[in-house]
């Protein structure tokens, strides 16, 4: 089973920023798409945005143009670059990766999620 290991999470005041990192080992053939979702306490989990293994994205319109996803293919690697941060930001931000394992298994795997607060 692959791991991800989320990091680059905190506290930061409204209108900062923060950028995540995760990374994807194991017993990776290779990803397909790879993603952030967030939830918030109380709250369902949500998601925010995606990225292809051909670099397509697509976010959430709660965060477009406030956040950038992005990766490295041969770091199995996917970062959220957060700008412009709002209170309603707040929550436990988790990646996910479409992962085709060396056995030629499918599944999504997901990291153990980051803490990110805004505060006002």
């Known amino acids: 089973q692959a791991q991800l290991v989320e990091s680059g999470g905190g506290l930061v005041q409204a209108g900062g920023s923060l950028r995540l990192s995760c990374s994807a080992s194991g017993s990776i053939l290779s990803i397909n798409g790879m993603g952030w979702y967030r939830q918030a306490p109380g709250k369902q989990r949500e998601w925010v945005a995606t990225i292809t293994g051909g670099g397509y994205t697509n976010y959430a319109d709660s965060v477009k143009g406030r956040f950038t996803i992005s990766r490295d293919n041969a770091k199995n690697t996917v970062w959220l670059q957060m700008n412009s941060l709002k209170p309603e930001d707040t929550a436990v931000y988790y990646c996910?990766?479409?992962?085709?394992?060396?056995?030629?298994?499918?599944?999504?795997?997901w990291g153990q999620g980051t803490q990110v607060t805004v505060s006002s």
């Open positions: 996910t990766a479409e992962i085709i394992a060396v056995s030629r298994a499918r599944y999504d795997a």
